[in-house]
Each structure stands twice: as structure tokens, then as C-alpha cells.
């Protein structure tokens, strides 16, 4: 998510609108199809362009030291393996950034701005893109070892990122690793495709990345930790992330935002976990298909939303472009979460960010908060402590985009408070849940809703297994089938002050246990993680890859 608003002056809005519920007010309302990206579709045809050798491999030394030597040689359609070895790349720090630059992401350790190349590791454990100084160990820890970025004209680190895709169109990265690039004033991404942060626009098409790790090895002052691992925003598909891992974010470890309705993406095999949120994405609809993944150990697996500031423009809507129908959910519904495994996400020392990022509910699988048109469906939630899955407002007081207003973008605007975005018109279908709930606050159990707005579409609850309960008690008896306008709202007091309570927003009731944070831990990459099985696959002939084989 993309958070500005600290967490005391969103207790003091939430203070606002918890009296409004207790006085008995009523809020009126104001008034996919399946990605057809191809993570591999390069190598179904004949290959063309030239091949750029970074490092060496097994005796062959290519023609360049460092990756953005070789992407700065590039032209559209060229391709560029990269041997494994600790790449300690720079371009942002040869090259420092302005301070407007900065403050629209264009700014990387690997800066990219040629459309139509593809950067392939040949090993994705061992090729690795490092933030840590020159000189240092791989994805050190070592406070002293820390690269904090340039200066921006305040005097103080822009941050860093890792491989930037700036406003280039179908740019391919694959099979390697990136670790601590840090975030200094609004940065501290590993993998980013940038359409252009903030600007309300799209300013890039398709996107690819596969067997993908990021992470981060250090955590220090909140200005220094990494923020995303893997990052897309202001980009229009056809795109696919197929095969990625991320840990350690203090934001999340997965992100698409900014995307409108034009997002058309599919992330399938995806592993997220030690993260604050497994995935974020704000504003992001349209075709969105995320499959086949995993999100574990993260504070709150996984989260989209509705902001009327933050990488704009709203609504979170996951209505199909052009009233199509999805061929998955046969509804006008485009953005589906299916056939995941979402459990364990109880991580109380996940790195923490400040705003609403911090505030994603301990102990739950996945949030809803704001967005509409979703689908959820197909999917296991197992061992998360306080709730399987919540669909629930977005309150937002951050100053809206320029030519959004709260009622243009489906919220409902409360005095003194902001904009309250619904959940509505989602839809909870053939789940399986399992031990959810186990911290045995009131309404912890395997999902709920809180709804404050009345006449909207309601949600819709159907064929889940739900052994461990839901919040209201008949939620899936009184709301079975989506589309019907809900004309009642539903602010079930538990819900609320246990929500309230576990994102730490307000005080908790007597008796009320949600684990408490000790130290942030940072683990591991993993060590089982698949590498490209032949990162020469499709590629024009070249001398790291004799026989269309790795050398």
C-alpha cells in the first residue's frame, strides 16, 4: 500500500466514526477475463536481437562487468544474460537522481528505459543484484555495509532502488535475486516497473518477471528498511509474474497498484511470507488473477484497497474492462484470488512501516478493505489466529488526488473524518478454512464483514467450509447471492472493537489477546528455491549458452 497517514491521526479519525456508530447513525452511500500474458511466449517463435553477456560463466567472459553497462548497450529486442556472481550495481549513485526524479521512481541501482528487452540471470540464487556497498559480502547485514543513496536537496538519503523499469514497455526480468536496496524518502524497491509513481497516469504496457527473489537482510531505522520486493504501478498489462518469492518487506513483499481497470495481470506460484503484507494493491482491478501461491508468516497475508490519495486513481474495482465476463467466475467479476494457500500469517515481528501498512490485522489471511468486484474463491485458509479473511471499510483522510473527489470515486465522505470506502459487490465462494480464529478474541473465527454504508451492492458468501465461524453469525445465510442492494449496514460491535484492537488503532477490550511485537526478525532466503530450468530457451545463439544449453 502506498500509506502517508500516521497511525495516531487515523486513531483520532476512527475515534470520530466509532461515536458516529455508537450514537446509532446510518451512512448513506454517495451516489476477467483471464490474463493473456505468457511468461515464456518469447521462446515459442524464432529469436531476433543481439545478446549481451554480463559476468562469466564457466570460463566464457562476456562483454560487460555490470548488468547496466550491458542494458545501457541494449536496443528493443535485445537480450542479456548475466552470469552468477554479486552484482553491487550504481546507476543512481553515478548518476544521482534530481529530486523530482526521485519522487517519481526514476531512480535504480539498474535503471532501465529501453522497451522490449529481457535481463535473464543464469542461476536465480547465485545471480544476485546487491544494494550493499561495493566491497561487501553478499546481501550483507552489516549495519556499516548499508548503502542509504544519494542526497536529495534536503540533505538526506532519496533511497535506493534495485532494477528500475522506468515508462518502458514489455521490459523481461528473470531468474535472479535482488536484496537491500533500502528506502531512504519514498524508495527502497528490489523489482519495479514504474509507469510513473503518483501521477494518476498509465506510462508503461506489459510487464514479465519469473523465478524472481527479493529480499532484505537488514532492518534499521524506519528510513532505511526495504519497503517492496516485487513492484509494479502506472502499468497496463498484458503482464505475468509467474514463480517469484519475497520476504522481509516492512510494506509488502508483492505489489500492482495505480493500474485503474487496465491492470491484466497474472501472478501464479507466487511464495510471500515474513513480510508486513504478503501482497498490496491499491487501486488495482480490472483483470487481476492471483494463483497457485502461497502467503504464509506475513502480519497480515494478503491486502487490497481503496485510496482516494495514494497511488491514484480510485476505486480498488475489479469489474472486467468494458462489461465484459470473466471466463473464470462467468460474472462481470475480473479479479480473482483462487486455488491459494493462505496460512500462519500470525507474524508479530514482520518489519514494520508507519501509516495504514503497519495497521494490517495481525493473525489475518487476507483483508479486503475498501475494494469491490472482487472474487475469492476455491482457496485454503488455515492457522491464522484471529480471521481467515475480513471484508471491511478503507477510511481515508489523506488529500485526494487532483480531480477526485470522495463522492466520484464511490466512497462516502464524512465530516472531520475523510472518505469511507465499502467493500462491496465481492464475493466469498468454495472455501476451505481450518483452525482460523484460534486467538479466541470475540468474532475471531474464519471471516467476517463490516460494513458501514448502506444501499450498495452486498457481498456474497456461498459453499465456503467455515468450521471455526463467521461475523454477523448469518452472514452467508442473509447474503448468498451478489448484486442485491444491501439496505442495512453491518457494524457488528465485536467485530469492530476487535478490529480496532488488533491494529493497535485504538485500546483493546478487557480480556482481549492479540501477540505482541518483541524484535523484528529477518529470515533467510530459502534455500529449495527452482531456478530457471534452461534460462537458454529461446534465445539467439551466444556463447553462454553453446548448444542452446548453459555452458
Known amino acids: 500500500m502506498n500509506f502517508s497517514l500516521t497511525r495516531a491521526f487515523f486513531a483520532q479519525k476512527v475515534r470520530i466514526l466509532v461515536a458516529l456508530i455508537a450514537a446509532g447513525g446510518v451512512l448513506a452511500a454517495c451516489s476477467s ?16 536481437g543481439h545478446v549481451l553477456l554480463v559476468g562469466t560463466l564457466n570460463g566464457v567472459h562476456g562483454q560487460y562487468s555490470t548488468i547496466q553497462a550491458a542494458v545501457d548497450a541494449a536496443k528493443p529486442g535485445d537480450w542479456i544474460l548475466v552470469a552468477p556472481g554479486d552484482y553491487h550495481e550504481t546507476d543512481d549513485l553515478t548518476h544521482p537522481p534530481t529530486d523530482a526524479q526521485a519522487s517519481l521512481g526514476e531512480i535504480g541501482g539498474v535503471l532501465v528505459t529501453t522497451p522490449d528487452i529481457h535481463i535473464i540471470g543464469m542461476d536465480r540464487n547465485t545471480t544476485i543484484v546487491d544494494g550493499t556497498k561495493p566491497g561487501s559480502p553478499a546481501c550483507s547485514s552489516n549495519p556499516n555495509d548499508q548503502e542509504l543513496g544519494a542526497l536529495g536537496s534536503n540533505g538526506k538519503p532519496l533511497g535506493r532502488n534495485g532494477i528500475l523499469v522506468y515508462k518502458a514497455n514489455d521490459v523481461w526480468v528473470e531468474n535472479l535475486t535482488v536484496c537491500n536496496y533500502l528506502a531512504g524518502q519514498g524508495n527502497g524497491n528490489e523489482i519495479w516497473w514504474d509507469g510513473g509513481s503518483g501521477t494518476g497516469k498509465i506510462g508503461m504496457t506489459g510487464y514479465w518477471g519469473s523465478y524472481l527473489n527479493a529480499t532484505s537482510t537488514y532492518y534499521g531505522p524506519i528510513n532505511e528498511d526495504a519497503t517492496y520486493g516485487i513492484f509494479a504501478n502506472s502499468a497496463a498489462g498484458p503482464a505475468s509474474w509467474d514463480n517469484i518469492y519475497a520476504s522481509n518487506f516492512n ?55 481503496t485510496q482516494i490519495g495514494g497511488d491514484p486513481p480510485p476505486p480498488q474495482n475489479g469489474d472486467c474492462p468494458n462489461n465484459q465476463i470473466s471466463p473464470i467466475t462467468h460474472t462481470h467479476s475480473c479479479w480473482v484470488f483462487m486455488d491459494n494457500n493462505v496460512h500462519d500469517n500470525n507474524n508479530p515481528n514482520a518489519p514494520e512501516a508507519p ?49 477526485v473527489t470522495c463522492s466520484n470515486s464511490g466512497g462516502t465522505e464524512i465530516s472531520g473524518f475523510g472518505c469511507v470506502y465499502e467493500p462491496e459487490g465481492d464475493a466469498l465462494l468454495n472455501n476451505t478454512f481450518s483452525h482460523n480464529g484460534f486467538f479466541g478474541n470475540p468474532s475471531n473465527g474464519d471471516f467476517g464483514q463490516l460494513t458501514l454504508a448502506a444501499n450498495l451492492p452486498q457481498n456474497c458468501y456461498s459453499g465456503n467450509t467455515a468450521p471455526d465461524g463467521y461475523t454477523p453469525s448469518n452472514l452467508e445465510q442473509v447474503q448468498s447471492k451478489c448484486g442485491p442492494i444491501a439496505t442495512a449496514t453491518s457494524t457488528d460491535s465485536n467485530l469492530l472493537n476487535q478490529l480496532l484492537c488488533d491494529t ?11 501477540p505482541p511485537a518483541t524484535q523484528v526478525v529477518m529470515h533467510p532466503l530459502p534455500t529449495n528455491l527452482p531456478t530457471m530450468p534452461n534460462p537458454c530457451k529461446g534465445v539467439p545463439a551466444n556463447a553462454f549458452c553453446p548448444g542452446g544449453k548453459p555452458a
Not at 513483499?253 to 501472478?267: F, L, N, R, S
Not at 501482497?279 to 488495482?284: A, D, E, F, I
Not at 493473525?363 to 489466529?385: E, I
Not at 493497535?504 to 492479540?514: D, N, T
Request: charged share 10%; with cysteine; aromatic share 10%.
Open 251 to 305: 510494506d509488502s513483499g508483492t505489489y500492482v497498484g495505480a493500474c485503474q481497470q487496465v491492470c491484466d495481470i497474472t501472478i501464479s506460484n507466487a511464495w510471500m511470507e515474513y513480510n508486513a503484507l504478503g501482497y498490496s494493491g491499491t487501486n488495482s482491478g480490472g483483470a487481476i488473477v492471483i494463483k497457485n501461491s502461497q502467503f504464509d508468516n506475513n502480519q497480515d497475508g494478503f491486502d487490497t484497497n
Open 355 to 403: 501509516g495504514y501498512a503497519s495497521a494490517g490485522p495481525l493473525g489475518t489471511g487476507m483483508t479486503v478493505s475498501g475494494g469491490r468486484n472482487d472474487t475469492v474463491m476455491d482457496n485454503t485458509f488455515s492457522n491464522n489466529g484471529a480471521w481467515g479473511v475480513l471484508f471491511i471499510p478503507f477510511p481515508d483522510s489523506d488529500k485526494p488526488f487532483k480531480g
Open 504 to 514: 493497535k488503532i485504538l485500546p483493546c477490550p478487557a480480556g482481549a489477546h492479540y
Open 33 to 48: 477475463s483471464s490474463n493473456s500474458g505468457n511468461p515464456n511466449n518469447y521462446s515459442s517463435s524464432t529469436p531476433t
